[in-house]
């Protein structure tokens, strides 16, 4: 089998980590490259391991989104669910299973396979039940108000309208496209087509955040310009905010469409710099004490990638 290239790509949840933290890119990016064979070295080996990491709030975000999903399928093939069905069949299983996982500890073999959550590994949480409880309650009020404020609006829409995104949960590559030679990752949670206009909606369980939802959006208006040759004017964009019950609708002028363009545009100049000779092509990182680390070290503690800063963030 041939070895794997690591090819240089671009992502909005890239770009934050990138300008937050010059280091936290390159432990997930770079030195994690390999790190699942046997013959990897030590370091590389637990920055991949701590790279597949997750946190309770990814986790509550994973479990109200599959709700919702599930519902919705459901409510096309005529079938009306309740908040309490969707939690007690998708979202409270899936939570479950992987809190059950991450104490279990069967990622430290297998960290691609099973669920490690962050606040288990570094033990920051005071009480697990009422961690559990928290995350719970958020999720049922995401599916409630998804069921009574949110669905009646996609009450006309079929499966034959939505386009397919490959998620990472899904065999072979993630959703991307290509721009200016730059793979850049794309993956919205919901789209579908009405004529020749395209929706692109997006789910959000946590905290209300518009001008950074408002940016990642508009990076998946690009994802339908390039992809699906939609006009811009055609492309109308939805931030859902799931436990608030709210939703951000916009398109974006032509000013802003420009804006996001640079945007991509100097975030893949500014990653290129931290590689040998700038070559995207080689994808060389430079040495790892010229990745920066974070100028806000209290920030640090939540990070995944912790225990391979320590000794630096100590010494």
């Not at 496209?177 to 993956?187: H, N, P, T």
């Not at 692109?200 to 940016?215: F, V, Y």
Request: charged residues 30%; contains cysteine; aromatic residues 14%.
């Amino acid at each position: 089998m041939a070895r794997l290239k690591s090819v240089f790509s671009w992502s909005f949840s890239a770009a934050e980590d990138f300008e937050q933290c010059r280091r936290r890119r390159y432990w997930s990016k770079y030195a994690m490259w390999g790190g699942w064979e046997a013959a990897a070295s030590d370091e590389q080996k637990t920055a991949y391991r701590l790279n597949k990491m997750d946190n309770r709030w990814g986790l509550m975000g994973q479990a109200a989104e599959r709700a919702i999903m599930w519902v919705l399928k459901e409510h096309q093939a005529g079938v009306k669910i309740t908040a309490e069905q969707a939690w007690n069949t998708v979202a409270r299983p899936f939570l479950t299973q992987k809190w059950s996982e991450s104490l279990e500890g069967k990622w430290k073999q297998k960290p691609k396979q099973f669920c490690c959550l962050r606040e288990h590994y570094y033990e920051q949480l005071d009480d697990d039940n009422a961690a559990k409880r928290e995350i719970a309650d958020q999720v049922k009020l995401c599916i409630e108000n998804f069921i009574t404020i949110f669905l009646p609006r996609f009450a006309e829409i079929d499966a034959a309208q939505e386009i397919r995104i490959a998620t990472p949960e899904m065999s072979g590559d993630s959703e991307h496209f290509v721009y200016e030679g730059v793979k850049v990752y794309a993956i919205p949670d919901y789209v579908y087509r009405v004529g020749d206009q395209v929706h692109i909606h997006d789910w959000k369980a946590g905290r209300m955040k518009p001008e950074q939802h408002r940016l990642q959006l508009a990076t998946y208006a690009l994802w339908a310009i390039v992809k699906y040759g939609a006009k811009p004017q055609n492309i109308f964009l939805y931030v859902e905010y799931l436990k608030e019950g709210k939703v951000l609708p916009f398109q974006l002028t032509a000013e802003e469409m420009e804006e996001t363009r640079t945007f991509l545009g100097e975030s893949v100049g500014e990653m290129s710099e931290y590689l040998v000779d700038f070559d995207r092509e080689r994808n060389e990182a430079v040495l790892k004490e010229e990745w920066e680390l974070a100028l806000d070290s209290s920030s640090c503690r939540q990070c995944n990638f912790y225990e391979l800063c320590q000794p630096e963030l100590v010494g």
